[in-house]
């Protein structure tokens, strides 16, 4: 009888599991970063988007009511309030409609605690927590990350969206008429992500600095009076920001790129460089200066 011998099927050895496991690695650290950079361009454009679908209901809504969104009834109320009915939450504006003929208190009023997807830009990390509390107030509030543009600050107050909070005529209902430097040259709204010290950025009210709306070029020294514990932020200008830094919070930002995305005018949106001139981009941020803007 023939005797039938069977060989062992030989394994791998030790040496080239750790090869292969050494190529998976090199690829994967070659392709991660490719990922996350994919990640943060659908991320951008979808911040981008959201800006786009807030300046058709804003122009939506001048052409309607003929002037820009800005309640006019109530100092603490912002312009995302206003704006409701043309991103189809007539039901949520109507509730908060009758929360204010009721004369109930901004804090309480259901807007504070509702979010709103498009009021969000997915960049921000701190969006992951839905109802944010006010740093000194405790209060829970429903935050957004797009603001309007003061102007160069609340001292000149010469912007799109200019703040009953600053200096000048602050009664004054602005209109796309009003942009005499041209709706193309303009800074509508821009992007800023929130702060660890949350103080601002409830999209429906709050009793703080400037509405929802922010300069290009900063100061605000009576946080010092209100909180004694607050920076005085008299120097805050278009840079790179950090939520850790409770002054960033009052100017454009964002996590995207060396720069912060805009919405213009005219209703295009753009992302502005971090490295601009500073003369530029407060001639951006005017209404009627008549400045130079240039390239």
């Known amino acids: 009888m023939n005797s039938k011998i069977f060989a062992s099927k030989k394994g791998f050895t030790v040496t080239e599991v750790l090869v292969v496991v050494s190529i998976v690695g090199v690829l994967v650290a070659l392709l991660l970063p490719a990922i996350q ?27 309607v009511q003929r002037r820009l969104p800005s309640h006019p009834r109530n100092l603490s109320l912002h312009w995302h309030l206003e704006i409701l009915p043309q991103i189809e939450m007539l039901s949520l504006s109507s509730s908060i409609e009758t929360q204010i003929s009721q004369n109930d208190p901004w804090f309480s009023m259901v807007g504070m605690r509702t979010p709103i997807a498009l009021f969000e830009c997915p960049s921000d ?15 829970s509030m429903a935050t957004t990350n797009y603001v309007g543009i003061v102007g160069e600050s609340l001292n000149t107050n010469d912007g799109l969206f200019p703040s009953r909070y600053g200096n000048g ?20 709204l821009c992007e800023r992500p929130m702060s660890n010290f949350t103080v601002v950025g409830a999209w429906q009210a709050s009793q703080e600095y400037g509405s929802q709306t ?34 960033d919070q009052i100017k454009p930002w964002s996590y995207h790129f060396k720069g912060a995305n805009f919405l213009i005018a005219d209703g295009s949106t753009q992302g502005i460089s971090y490295s601009i001139n500073e003369k530029v981009i407060i001639a951006l941020s005017t209404i009627a200066g008549n400045e130079p803007v240039g390239e």
């Open 37 to 63: 950079s994919a990640r943060e361009s659908a991320r951008r454009s979808s911040c981008q988007n959201n800006l786009r679908q807030l300046g058709l209901a804003i122009f939506n809504f001048e052409s």
């Open 125 to 139: 990390p701190l969006n992951s927590v839905r109802l944010k509390r006010h740093w000194a107030l405790g209060i």
């Open 169 to 188: 005529d602050r009664k004054v209902l602005m209109r796309f008429s009003n942009v005499l430097d041209g709706l193309s040259n303009t800074l509508a």
């Open 214 to 247: 922010i300069g290009v070029r900063e100061g605000v020294s009576y946080w010092t009076a209100t909180y004694p514990n607050l920076e005085s932020c008299t120097n805050v200008r278009f840079s790179n920001g950090d939520p850790k830094r409770i002054c």
